[in-house]
């Protein structure tokens, strides 16, 4: 049975997209969502070549967001959209969506490697005071600059005996 152009078009912005070529993907990929505008895969990683691509997310987590809606079952549309909140510095949202998606479908290779890749967040300095308080901010940034500097200094040390 001969392919879609649409399938087609896909799988090629597939290849670009893995080979780090978004722009090029995008093409491929916008070709197959107007060929099949309804598909709710080529929307997804639209969004994500668009997100990669131009750094336009409003539009990329609109058409991710779109995507989720139509295929509530498809872990890949998840983590797509956790994806484009990742490129867009939306840390906080992207957990939230990784973490929907394991409550939904349990453990899932992908899920849990795009958890191990955000790393776990150290607990607030101050537990009294919330994450977002300014004083817990400037802490947490003067603890991690601290950890970063004693991790960066015992290398020295053990290669000068």
Same mark, same amino acid.
């Given at each position: 049975?001969?392919?879609?152009?649409?399938?087609?078009?896909?799988?090629?912005?597939?290849? $670009?997209?893995?080979?780090?070529?978004? /722009? =090029?993907?995008?093409? /491929?990929?916008?070709?197959?969502?107007?060929?099949?505008?309804?598909?709710?895969?080529?929307?997804?990683?639209?969004?994500?070549?668009? +997100?990669?691509? @131009?750094?336009? #997310?409003?539009?990329?987590?609109?058409?991710?967001?779109? +995507?989720?809606?139509?295929?509530?079952?498809?872990?890949?549309?998840?983590?797509? !959209?956790?994806?484009?909140?990742?490129?867009?510095?939306?840390? =906080?949202?992207?957990?939230?969506? !990784? =973490?929907?998606?394991?409550?939904?479908?349990?453990? /899932?290779?992908?899920?849990?490697?795009?958890?191990?890749? !955000?790393?776990?967040?150290?607990?607030?300095? $101050?537990?009294? !005071?919330?994450? @977002?308080?300014?004083?817990?901010?400037?802490?947490?940034? #003067?603890?991690?600059?601290?950890? =970063? #500097?004693?991790?960066?200094?015992?290398?020295?040390?053990?290669?000068?005996?």
């Amino acid at each position: 049975m001969a392919e879609s152009a649409g399938l087609a078009d896909f799988k090629q912005g597939m290849l $670009l997209l893995r080979d780090g070529k978004p /722009h =090029d993907a995008l093409i /491929h990929f916008r070709k197959a969502a107007e060929l099949e505008e309804k598909n709710p895969y080529y929307m997804s990683f639209t969004g994500v070549a668009l +997100a990669r691509a @131009e750094k336009k #997310w409003a539009p990329a987590l609109k058409l991710c967001e779109t +995507a989720l809606s139509l295929k509530r079952n498809e872990v890949q549309l998840h983590l797509n !959209l956790a994806q484009v909140y990742i490129s867009a510095g939306r840390r =906080d949202e992207a957990l939230r969506t !990784l =973490d929907r998606a394991a409550a939904a479908f349990g453990r /899932h290779a992908g899920i849990e490697r795009a958890r191990l890749k !955000l790393g776990r967040r150290r607990s607030p300095v $101050l537990s009294f !005071l919330g994450r @977002e308080n300014v004083v817990n901010k400037q802490l947490g940034a #003067w603890r991690q600059r601290l950890l =970063d #500097w004693a991790e960066d200094s015992r290398f020295p040390l053990l290669r000068s005996s």
